[in-house]
């Protein structure tokens, strides 16, 4: 045992080690240089400089390397960079070497300069051909049980994918590159021979590839033409690679976001960082997937000091975990209890308030409609009337597409929610709502439903095979969403430009594919109550573009603030479902409600 213990390997022993073999290697160069200088017949007056050679080039060599951690790097991970630093750590104790030469010449004397050269040479091919020949040793010894792999882009990054799949780190195998770039085309990356990126097919066939790596960043519809691609040629095994700090390769599998993602192109940071830096902002639904994101941005953004309001005790603690303690205050309250909100309102006196607290499922929402109006239309009434009370500067109310012509209660009390923001007397404080669709990975959103319904191993449930939504990320999103406070005056409807709408089933398609399952269908469930085919997110034509593209403002009608109040105390008074509903067709009379 005491044995095994002796000779287990760790970083103290391989520094020892390789000290005493550098040492080594190094006194036999030493000689081995005199011996090619002189004709291997070395003159007795010349031993002398020797030894000093010997006594003083190898410790500066030694400390030389230390310098440059050379001691530090692991067998599996020698390659190009790390050669490099041996090349820079030899020139420099030569270079030193040769100085103390020139400024004692009488102590050396007679000393033969060459060999200096001669002796830098040999040592960078001894010291360096020791380090690479055990990294071969180890590639040469692991069973090849990787796959024949295609990485797409010639770049930095494809290099330290090539390194980490020789270093045995993934199972992958490279055997060649492809690349759009002419400059590259035809060139070799360590050893492999870069294509040309429209001979992906016969590449593929002629190589047997197995697997493909993409190394290089690309647009959505690029991205999601590959993949499709890929899918027809038979590789269902693609990985993203992304490089951490320490330059090793990270492999992530392509996700649904990667591949529906919209991004938007005109996102101006520098008017959302001076919207939000300096300021107290209060946020509801603060551990919501939209309130979270727009919590980890406003941060980001430089608020002073970030209100999470959430009734939620699990999510308030988790964005709370997030967010720098100096910065945050978590307030456990719900949105319906208005005393207890005044009591934050005139304690941390907001400059901003976000409200993204919301009931937001449509068949939650049908089975409990007195619950929805109680919490979206009464609880935000709260929120707006308190912003006003206290002096609030701005407050944006996050709706959604599902507000225009709504068929379902959930739609229809954020409808609500914007006609009071827009007609209520706000006297100094600016209030605006913002409307956009789905966002991609939103709790009890349809693609963790999928993801799970796949990992289960079960077939994926869609409720009609032409029902379609818009999709947006989450972070894109709320970033639109502080782009387009930033520029309100008050009383706006902004509208997010969420792209093109997606088809529910093609998405659930591409998430089968994506999983390299076959065993898995899918079944078609019918229309939930409530629900539309076909979700809009403009009222009408006439809604006018802002200076950003992806931004519009909707023209709403003038609403008699004095009628709107007088029918939401009407909700208030009634707990029938019935009545609840001709009132709600009352206020929104484009409401068609579908049971």
Known sequence: MLIDI?????????????????????????????????????????????????????????????????????????????????????????????????????????????????????????????????????ERAKPNIQKRTLIIGANDRAVQVIKSAFGGEIPYQPVALLSDDNNVIGTYFSNLRVYN?????????????????????????????????????????????????????????????????????????????????????LITGAGGSIGSELSRQVEIFGAEQIILVDNSEFNLYTINEEIDNSKSIAKMQNIQNREALRKTFELYKPDIVIHAAAYKHVPLCEANIK????????????????????????????????????????????????LYAHAVPSKETEIVAVRFGNVLGSS?????????????????????????????????????????????????????????????????KRMIELSGRDDIEIEFTGLRAGEKLYEELLINEADLKTEYSSIMVSSNPPVDYNNLLLQIERLKSTNNNLEILKILKEIVPEFNHMP
Not at 8 to 32: A, E, G, N
Not at 386 to 391: F, G, K, P, V
Not at 455 to 461: E, L, P, R, V
Not at 485 to 493: C, H, P, Q, R, V
């Open 197 to 281: 990126m429209d001979s992906i097919s016969d590449t593929v066939k002629e190589l047997d590839i197995e697997a493909v790596i993409i190394s290089q960043p690309m647009a959505q519809k690029e991205l999601d033409g590959l993949f499709t691609r890929l899918n027809k040629l038979g590789i269902n095994d693609i990985k993203i690679a992304q490089i951490l700090q320490d330059n090793k390769a990270k492999l992530s599998d392509i996700s649904i976001e990667d591949l529906l993602a919209r991004k938007p192109q005109d996102l101006d940071k520098i008017s959302i960082a001076n919207f939000i830096v300096g300021k107290v902002v």
């Open 6 to 138: 002796f000779f287990k390997p760790t970083q103290l022993k391989r520094v020892i080690f390789f000290i005493f073999l550098d040492t080594f290697i190094s006194v036999v160069t030493v000689f081995l240089s005199y011996l090619l200088r002189f004709n291997f017949h070395i003159p007795l007056e010349f031993f002398d400089s020797m030894i000093s050679m010997i006594l003083i080039l190898i410790p500066i060599k030694i400390g030389i390397f230390f310098l440059f951690k050379i001691y530090f790097i692991a067998w599996r991970y020698f390659g190009l960079n790390e050669y490099k630093k041996i090349v820079y750590s030899h020139l420099i104790a030569y270079f030193l070497f040769s100085i103390i030469i020139l400024g004692y010449r009488d102590y050396f004397a007679p000393f033969p300069r060459s060999v200096i050269l001669i002796d830098m040479f040999l040592s960078l091919f001894f010291i360096g051909f020791i380090r690479i020949s055990k990294r071969l040793y180890i």
């Open 444 to 508: 009890g959103s349809v693609i963790p439903k999928f993801k799970s319904q796949i990992a289960q191993g079960k077939n994926i449930t869609v409720t009609h095979p032409d029902i379609t939504r818009y999709f947006m990320l989450i972070p894109e999103a709320c970033q639109l969403v502080l782009q387009a406070a930033s520029i309100a005056k008050g009383g706006e409807l902004f509208i997010l430009d969420m792209g093109e709408p997606i088809k529910i089933v093609d998405l659930a």
């Open 371 to 418: 619950e929805a109006v109680e919490n979206n239309i009464f609880g935000t009434k709260n929120i707006i009337d308190l912003s006003i009370e206290y002096e609030v500067k701005k407050v944006v109310l996050i709706s959604t597409d599902k507000a225009v012509r709504p068929t379902n209660v959930m739609g229809t009390t954020k409808r609500v929610c914007e």
